[in-house]
């Protein structure tokens, strides 16, 4: 019978600007529970350990897309990367790749805000009804057209997958795009031209070469990929109707 695995060691980045000018790895040894993911083994760290270790958490569900992080090499969130179904040996636990570090495993996701806002991820309307018109109602397809796209949590794995974003830093990416969308093909919203314009500048959709990647490391299933296909699609319906003589303005 194999010898039971009682603790597992985490190899994990560090980076304290006050005091290094480079990350460097520091292992920890913590308990294994099969009942842990990788989020509670860094809470061991930090409450029985080291209280110097530096992560963002906040939900431990899934839901709040604070907590992603670099895992044995992949863009995971941590609060759902179980211990158990790590490969033996040491877990390597990383910040989030192409984003600037500000310390140990935090990084800092101005740029992502940045190019959120710029998406528009809201509902726009030319002229909202008055109030006593009763609300936007939907139907159920209605619902269903956008509802994917909706249930994106801002937890930047996508960027971290994201080959084109790390080698074009200015490409809008992946989760920017997928939110544009989530709006777009909301029956309420009256934005898409003007989204549509954004995103076709120089750093929108058209640097995207459909590896994919951002897809595969959705924890959502939100399929960025797809919604950057769909959009470049409606990009190029709408460049084809601009050259007829009766096309858009
Ligand atoms: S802690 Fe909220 S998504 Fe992981």
């Not at 194999?2 to 985490?10: D, K, S």
């Not at 033996?88 to 101005?110: A, K, M, W």
């Not at 459909?210 to 319906?237: M, N, R, W």
Request: overall charge neutral; some cysteine.
């Amino acid at each position: 019978m194999p010898p039971t695995v009682t603790t597992v060691t985490l190899d994990v980045a560090r980076y304290r600007p006050e005091q290094e000018s480079e990350p460097t790895v520091q292992s920890y040894e913590v308990p294994f529970r099969k009942d842990w993911v990788v989020l509670d083994a860094l809470n061991y760290v930090k409450d029985q350990l080291d209280g110097s270790l530096s992560f963002r958490w906040s939900c431990r569900m899934g839901v709040c897309g604070s907590c992603g992080m670099t895992v044995n090499g992949q863009p995971r969130l941590t609060c759902a990367a179980f211990l158990s179904a790590e490969p033996s040996g040491p877990i390597r636990v990383e910040p989030l790749r192409y984003f600037p570090v500000v310390r140990d495993l935090v990084v800092d996701i101005t740029d992502f805000m940045r190019k959120l806002k710029k998406v528009k991820p809201w509902i726009v309307r030319n002229e909202e009804k008055p109030l006593a018109e009763g609300e936007y109602r939907q139907t159920p397809d209605q619902l269903d057209a956008y509802k994917q796209f909706s249930m994106c949590i801002n937890c930047l794995l996508c960027y971290s997958a994201c080959p084109i974003y790390g080698l074009e830093p200015s490409f809008i990416g992946p989760a920017a795009i997928a939110l544009a969308q989530r709006y777009n093909m909301d029956s309420r919203d009256e934005g898409a031209r003007e989204r549509l314009q954004i995103l076709s500048e120089h750093d929108g959709m058209w640097q995207c070469t459909f590896v994919g990647e951002c897809t595969k490391a959705c924890p959502k299933h939100v399929d960025p990929a797809g919604a950057i296909q769909q959009y470049k699609l409606t990009s190029a319906a709408h460049w084809f109707k601009t050259l007829l003589p009766w096309g858009m303005k």
